[in-house]
Nanobody
Framework: QVQLVESGGGLVQAGDSLRLSCKVSGRTFERQAMGWFRQAPGTEREFVAAISRNGLNTRVADSVKGRFSVSRDNAETTVYLQMNDLTPEDTAAYYC????????????????????WGQGTQVTVSA
């Protein structure tokens, strides 16, 4: 069974940067397409970023385009979410997700397409 452990969240000020990490174990990392989602209190979980199994294709949500980026290190079995120029609207619990389905070049934006989830890491951005 795959395990995903997020880290790197915290309390920052508007304009700061954070890098979230998601360490994956229990299943061949290279076979996992990965995604990042977030959920603020009282809202639905929303897509943030995704990366294909081969790392060549990525996608970020329009709300974070130009500020966030996603990458992966297969040797470290870790996926990253680099977040720059954070705003209070980015405050949420951030979750990474994994799925072993699909082609090596696919990424996925819908949460139902993922089979495994981490416990989340909280990001709080003060004004």
């Amino acid at each position: 069974q795959v395990q995903l452990v997020e880290s790197g969240g915290g309390l920052v000020q508007a304009g700061d940067s954070l890098r979230l990490s998601c360490k994956v174990s229990g299943r061949t990392f290279e076979r996992q397409a990965m995604g990042w989602f977030r959920q603020a209190p009282g809202t639905e979980r929303e897509f943030v970023a995704a990366i294909s199994r081969n790392g060549l294709n990525t996608r970020v949500a329009d709300s974070v385009k130009g500020r966030f980026s996603v990458s992966r290190d297969n040797a470290e079995t870790t996926v990253y979410l680099q977040m720059n120029d954070l705003t209070p609207e980015d405050t949420a619990a951030y979750y990474c997700a994994a799925t072993a389905t699909g082609s090596v070049s696919y990424y996925y934006r819908a949460d139902y397409q993922y089979t495994d989830w981490g416990q989340g890491t909280q990001v709080t951005v003060s004004a």
